[in-house]
Each structure stands twice: as structure tokens, then as C-alpha cells.
């Protein structure tokens, strides 16, 4: 579940020199790399304002980001320098791995402040959950009506949302169908459990989630 090519296949690294030093992470999980101000700096609120303000990380022209991780960095690179989109594979959408990965790179975006990005999984995650039908498999998985509880949550604390008839179709969906099964196969009950643990919920996710609960 990886990007089709990465970030140093751009062009940019053939033809320029890269003039920036990115250190994410921290202990044995850092990653050092090379990239480009001219590539990283627009989209990205925080990196414009690393680099031109005045700050250390201006004169040094290194910056250090301790609280993303690499998983989440690359992909966010992968898209500055190709402009694509990290997708998980249609039979994995939401499982562990896939979840996983989704949480790291929004942490990362949300970070970095690209709305861009932020506008393109917003738009993926609704089109995923626009795809979840009662001959959907995720209806089936408690482990996988957990993960896109994450996933959604996620999206809401980067200050994006699920369409709200969309939000109550697939909530529609997931009881409909779950009710068919013991909670061990039960994406609802997953779903619930996970939503019902949530430390910290995001206000706008708790509002819309009554929301759909009070028209089930």
C-alpha cells in the first residue's frame, strides 16, 4: 500500500539541488532527507513560515519534526513533488494497516497545514463511505467498523467533515446490516465500541455522529 513512485523520482532532484534538511521524528525512527523550499514552502503554512520568518530554522535552512512520523512525511512528499494521493487498495480500506497509515498521514497534514491535502482525503474517505452498501464486506468485520471510526475521527480533527446525509447513509448501513450478525462479524457494533472509547472526541464528529444516530 505505497505510493506508484516516490518523491526522489521527481524531476526536481535530476535538475535542482535541494536546499532544505527535513529531520523527522526521533530516536531510532528518524529519517533525515533532502528536498526543495521551492516545492515544500507553498502549499504548506507551516513550512512557508519556517523558512521565511526569520526563525532558526531560516538561517540553518534544516527543520526538525519531532511529532510526525516518517510513514506519514513520505506520503505527504510523495504528494508535494507528484501531486499524488496515498490510496489504500479497494479489499483494505480500512483495515489495521491501511488505518494506521491514514492516521500518520493526516497527523502529518495537519501539522504541516496543507489544505489542499486535507481537501483530497476528505473527498477520498467520502467517497469510500459513499461505496459501503449492505453487500459491503466492511458490514461484515467488527475490527474494520472500528477503523473507519478512526479514520473518520481523524479527518474531523484536521478541521474537515463527512457530508451529513452521507454520514447517515453509511451509519444506515452499517445497523441495517449488522444486525445479521453476532458482534464478533458486526462492523456496527465495532463502529459503536470504538466511538464509545474515543478520548478526547472531536465536538463537530460527536454532532454529526448523534446526528445519524438520531435518525436510525
Not at 94 to 109: G, M
Not at 126 to 141: K, M, R, V, W
Request: hydrophobic share 35%; charged share 25%.
Amino acid at each position: 500500500m505505497t505510493s506508484t513512485y516516490t518523491y526522489e523520482s521527481s524531476q526536481y532532484f535530476k535538475y535542482s539541488t535541494p536546499d532544505v534538511e527535513l529531520i523527522v521524528g526521533q530516536g531510532e525512527d528518524k529519517v533525515t532527507v533532502q528536498v526543495h523550499e521551492s516545492v515544500i514552502g507553498p502549499p504548506s503554512e507551516f513550512f512557508r513560515a519556517a523558512l521565511n520568518v526569520g526563525l532558526k530554522e531560516t538561517n540553518e535552512r534544516k527543520i526538525h519534526l519531532l511529532t510526525i512520523t516518517w510513514v506519514g512525511m513520505e506520503e505527504v512528499l510523495n504528494w508535494l513533488y507528484r501531486r499524488e494521493v496515498w490510496r489504500p487498495k479497494r479489499h483494505k480500506r480500512f483495515s489495521a494497516e491501511a488505518t494506521a497509515k491514514f492516521v500518520a498521514i493526516l497527523d502529518a497534514v495537519d501539522f504541516l497545514q496543507i489544505p489542499q491535502l486535507k481537501d483530497e482525503y476528505q473527498k477520498m474517505l467520502e467517497e469510500f463511505i459513499a461505496t459501503i452498501d449492505i453487500n459491503s464486506p466492511l458490514l461484515e468485520s467488527q475490527e474494520e467498523g472500528g477503523c473507519l471510526a478512526i479514520v473518520l475521527h481523524e479527518l474531523y480533527k484536521i478541521g474537515r467533515e463527512i457530508d451529513g446525509n452521507r454520514f447517515y447513509l453509511f451509519m444506515k448501513n452499517l445497523k441495517k446490516h449488522g444486525s445479521r450478525f453476532p458482534d464478533s462479524m458486526n462492523g456496527f457494533q465495532g463502529f459503536r465500541e470504538v466511538t464509545n472509547e474515543l478520548k478526547e472526541p472531536n465536538t463537530r464528529f460527536l454532532h454529526d455522529l448523534c446526528k445519524a444516530y438520531s435518525y436510525l
